[in-house]
């Protein structure tokens, strides 16, 4: 079997599409929050809606933090260096959340389960983006990335 551009580490064939669906989650996600924490205003209480803000926002920075660092492993590894993500930068992403989350609940000016629901954006996101993608595979035949 003869290999492909992309399998002999060519890159992909379309570099330009990987950022075009990275910048429309980052964008569903930062939408998602929005529409939350504005519709909670008239019918949450505060903490309601200060759970909903601080989780979205925690949500919208563990997303760019974790597309960042596996964007810089992965350049490495292209270039033929080991890649240099380890165990602790992983862990820290999740303990930098939870401390946060667990400062703000300590001090009453959160609700837990709305911050939960904040940090769930990336999900309303990716199903954007799955509606989007079957849109355009159902309605006009085609994919597009």
């Excluded at 950022?19 to 930062?30: G, L, S, Y």
């Excluded at 909670?40 to 505060?46: A, D, E, F, Q």
Aim: positive net charge; charged residues 20%.
């Amino acid at each position: 079997m003869k290999p492909t551009e992309n399998s002999q580490g060519m890159g992909t064939p379309f570099p330009e599409a990987e950022h075009d669906i990275d910048r429309r989650v980052f964008r569903a996600m930062a939408l998602a929050v929005a529409i939350a924490v504005l519709a909670s205003l008239p019918y949450g209480n505060w903490r309601v809606t200060s759970g909903l803000l601080l989780g979205g926002l925690l949500s919208l920075l563990n997303q760019y933090w974790l597309r960042t660092s596996i964007a810089a492993a992965f350049d490495r590894t292209l270039r033929g260096d080991r890649p240099r993500l380890t165990m602790a930068q992983y862990v820290l992403r999740y303990l930098v959340v939870g401390i946060t989350v667990f400062v703000f609940y300590k001090l009453d000016m959160i609700s837990l389960v709305a911050t939960v629901a904040g940090l769930c954006s990336f999900v309303v996101a990716l199903f954007a983006e799955a509606l989007r993608e079957i849109y355009f595979a159902i309605i006009h035949r085609e994919e597009i990335t």
